[in-house]
């Protein structure tokens, strides 16, 4: 590592999480030779070293001096990213060596920052050194003891028989899940393995060896099992630690290695998390059966109800794993609404297409009117005015394959009735009849001529002298009936055009009635439709939706 261009500064009387206390240059406690400054620690030359005296002078060669010591690093240019560390051991005493290392952080300025008091604790462990075995002639003789006397490989199998059994217990300790990969079905966890065997060549009595029990040896010197994760995910298939391993006198050896696991978990994901906006984009579905057609967004919300299920598919789709035994619940629940919310788009088409029906362009067939209208209806319980849709008016209407012709053409004349009823206007009607067959092919040219004629009869009268008109009381009294004779015929003729205009009017307004009472037949079918799907829909959605939670 370095960091030439960075402010680094030795520390001393650290403890993990809590103060210490800054060191100066020169050779008292607490300080470091100027040669030895801690910008030695981080330049990238390994043939220089920082030296710390820590609770010692430079006169003094303590095995205690330079511990619980440091420095820390104030960079220049900003955030840094430290990725890794090395640490190399000088041509000082062995037990010096930094076997436990301590990182602390603080994001806080120079000037407000008290050393060590006001920092984050980062890590606290082991630095990965191993612990130099050499501390006394009897550990030294112990130690050629076992490793070059006893001709210890560290490449057999410790046993003195080569049909012997080792026991190997292992144990592990889990101490938490890091990362827990769903998609991928990884699991990235933490802990302890605690293996436990006897080595035979391993043995040794402590009254010929200072009383020593107790020997720590780095693992790589001795035999040690191979215990490998064979489905490992990690690039490093083998990701334990190297550690000294605990041997006692009879020849038992306790090692402890910390492990990282990244390893390959097959998950039952039949029960994968089931959330309630699912069941609430379900009910989407069924909400649109309850507007009107009218509305103009029937459509629209079933298409929107699919658009999301969709959408919610694709977000699940990256959740999942790509493979895996058993089919997600919630997979199958998707499917089953994905499939509704298309029908339900393709009956609001076929219901708002008789919806808008009407007598122009369709027919509505017996079969509908009899079978939808009646007994489909029925069986719903819906109420339309004027109609009798009871059990009793159904059966009575459609007994015969009679009354079942006529109910078509009676339907109309029927409602009609009940709009305009009473004698007066049935007498109107027989009247309008008989004056309209009556009437003739032409009667505005037969009043232009009865006009003309009176007019003439008129004229005539007038131009007579006074003493013919005396005179002539007889023929006066002929041409006041022929008078009276062309006023009538004329009233006649008016009325006959009045009566033929009332018929085109009459025969009109039974038309739209006809008309109007088609429209209304063909709304009534896409309101039966319409509450069919929706009866169904909720049906099938709540029988699945309860399967589907009994079943996570």
């Not at 800054?22 to 470091?32: E, F, L, M, R, V």
């Not at 790509?322 to 298309?342: Q, R, V, W």
Request: proline letters at 5%; glycine letters at 4%; a negative charge.
């Amino acid at each position: 590592m370095s960091l030439t261009n960075d402010i680094i500064n030795a520390i001393y009387n650290t403890s993990a999480g809590g103060d210490s206390t800054p060191s100066t240059s020169g050779s008292g406690i607490g300080q470091y030779p100027s040669s030895e400054s801690p910008q030695h620690t981080c330049n990238g030359n390994i043939t220089d070293k920082h030296l710390n005296f820590g609770p010692c002078s430079s006169s003094t060669t303590a095995t205690n001096c330079g511990l619980n010591t440091g420095f820390y690093i104030t960079p220049q240019q900003g955030a840094s990213l430290i990725t890794g560390i090395k640490i190399c051991t000088a041509n000082d005493n062995s037990l010096r060596d930094p076997i436990t290392i301590t990182f602390e952080g603080s994001n806080s300025s120079g000037a407000s920052r008290t050393i060590g008091s006001s920092w984050t604790l980062l890590y606290n462990g082991t630095s990965g050194l191993s612990v130099d075995p050499v501390g006394g002639p009897d550990q030294i003789r112990l130690l050629k003891y076992l490793l070059t006397d006893n001709q210890h490989r560290a490449i057999a199998r410790p046993v003195q028989n080569d049909s012997d059994t080792l026991h190997v217990t292992i144990n592990l300790a889990l101490q938490n899940i890091i990362d827990f990969d769903e998609k991928n079905e990884a699991i990235v966890i933490s802990g302890w393995l605690s293996i436990m065997w006897n080595d035979y060549s391993l043995r040794w009595k402590p009254e010929e060896f200072g009383n020593i029990q107790t020997l720590r040896i780095p693992s790589t010197q001795i035999w040690t099992p191979d215990i490998l994760l064979y489905n490992s995910a990690d690039e490093n298939f083998d990701t334990t630690v190297k550690v000294n391993a605990v041997v006692q006198y009879n020849g038992d050896v306790l090692y402890v290695p910390p492990i990282l696991y990244k390893t390959i978990r097959t998950f039952n994901i039949a029960a994968f998390p089931f959330v309630i906006p699912c069941f609430l984009i379900s009910c989407m579905t069924i909400l649109g059966f309850l507007l009107s057609p009218d509305s103009g967004e029937k459509l629209t919300l079933h298409v929107t109800t699919l658009l999301t299920v969709v959408m919610f598919s694709l977000l699940l789709s990256e959740i999942l794993p790509p493979s895996s035994n058993a089919i997600p619940i919630i997979t199958a629940y998707f499917i089953c609404i994905t499939i509704m919310s298309a029908v339900s788009v393709a009956v609001s088409v076929l219901i708002l297409s008789l919806h808008f029906r009407n007598s122009t362009n369709h027919t509505m067939s017996l079969w509908v009117r009899k079978y939808i209208c009646n007994y489909l209806a029925w069986v719903l319980h819906m109420k339309r005015p004027n109609h009798d849709l009871s059990w009793r008016g159904i059966r009575r209407r459609w007994a015969s394959p009679q009354q079942e012709s006529n109910n078509r053409n009676k339907s109309i004349d029927n409602h009609h009735s009940k709009i305009f009823s009473g004698p007066l206007l049935n007498n109107t009607f027989e009247l309008l009849s008989t004056n309209v067959i009556n009437i003739d092919k032409k009667p505005l040219e037969s009043l232009e001529n009865q006009e003309k004629q009176c007019s003439d009869s008129l004229l005539e009268f007038a131009v007579l002298p006074t003493k013919e008109i005396h005179s002539s009381h007889h023929h006066h009294q002929n041409t006041s009936k022929e008078l009276y004779t062309c006023d009538m015929d004329m009233t006649r003729s008016e009325l006959r055009i009045i009566i033929s205009q009332l018929a085109i009017l009459i025969n009109y307004s039974r038309q739209k009635e006809q008309d109007d009472n088609e429209c209304q037949d063909w709304q009534f079918v896409a309101m039966v439709i319409d509450r069919l799907c929706l009866v169904v829909f909720t049906t099938i959605m709540v029988l699945f939706t309860a399967h589907t939670f009994l079943n996570i």
